[in-house]
T-cell receptor, first 108, second 117 residues
């Protein structure tokens, strides 16, 4: 079993819909990262969090340390949000372990 | 530009040749990471440096792979005697060190795509 599991693997939404991507992990962590990767390779850090909730624009990330679960929400989704969203956990000792990613496609 | 820079962006080579990739991190970041990503998969950890010290190396990194960060600034990743299975995107990231040895926010380069024929 992978240490970081994301769901769903693929997600297609209509513009304007509320989107949720989930991440579960099985190891002790120091922090959890949500990353966005567009076709062509570039990865951008969206959030780094170790507790509670963070919000940036239309993006919201939450984490429940006891349940070892995090969610990334996108409100009022837009076609430009189409990308791969990756959850990564920072293990004690600093090595990051990545989930396989969620491929999001938002249709107009 | 103060982002993470990688070069070359693309490298096509014949099996058996050696290749070297370079990463220039954000200047004030003391942590530098190398990851490998194949199509449809999330990045896999290869190795990381704190300043010039290589602190961890994945079992994925065979003896044909070597990474250096000689002055604690830029880093190189060399692959000797390349194999077709080495074809992947090689990603570099840097981060500042936070209190308690935790990792700060990651900043990624655009990656170096390797194709081994």
């Amino acid at each position: 079993k992978n240490e970081v599991e994301q769901s769903p693997q693929n997600l297609t939404a209509q513009e304007g819909e509320f989107i949720t991507i989930n991440c579960s992990y099985s190891v002790g962590i120091s922090a959890l990262h949500w990353l966005q990767q567009h076709p062509g390779g570039g990865i951008v850090s969206l959030f780094m969090l170790s507790s509670g909730k963070k919000k940036h624009g239309r993006l919201i990330a939450t984490i429940n340390i006891q349940e070892k679960h995090s969610s990334l929400h996108i409100t009022a989704s837009h076609p430009r949000d189409s990308a791969v969203y990756i959850c990564a956990v920072g293990k004690y000792g600093n090595k990051l372990v990545f989930g396989a990613g969620t491929i999001l496609r938002v249709k107009s | 530009d103060t982002g993470v820079s990688q070069n070359p962006r693309h490298k096509i080579t014949k099996r058996g040749q050696n290749v070297t990739f370079r990463c220039d991190p954000i200047s004030e970041h003391n942590r530098l990471y190398w990851y490998r990503q194949t199509l449809g998969q999330g990045p896999e950890f290869l190795t990381y440096f704190q300043n010039e010290a290589q602190l961890e190396k994945s079992r994925l990194l065979s003896d044909r792979f070597s990474a250096e960060r000689p002055k604690g600034s830029f880093s190189t990743l060399e692959i000797q005697r390349t194999e077709q299975g080495d074809s992947a995107m090689y990603l570099c990231a840097s981060s500042p060190r936070l209190a308690g040895s935790n990792t700060g926010e990651l900043f990624f380069g655009e990656g170096s795509r390797l194709t081994v024929l």
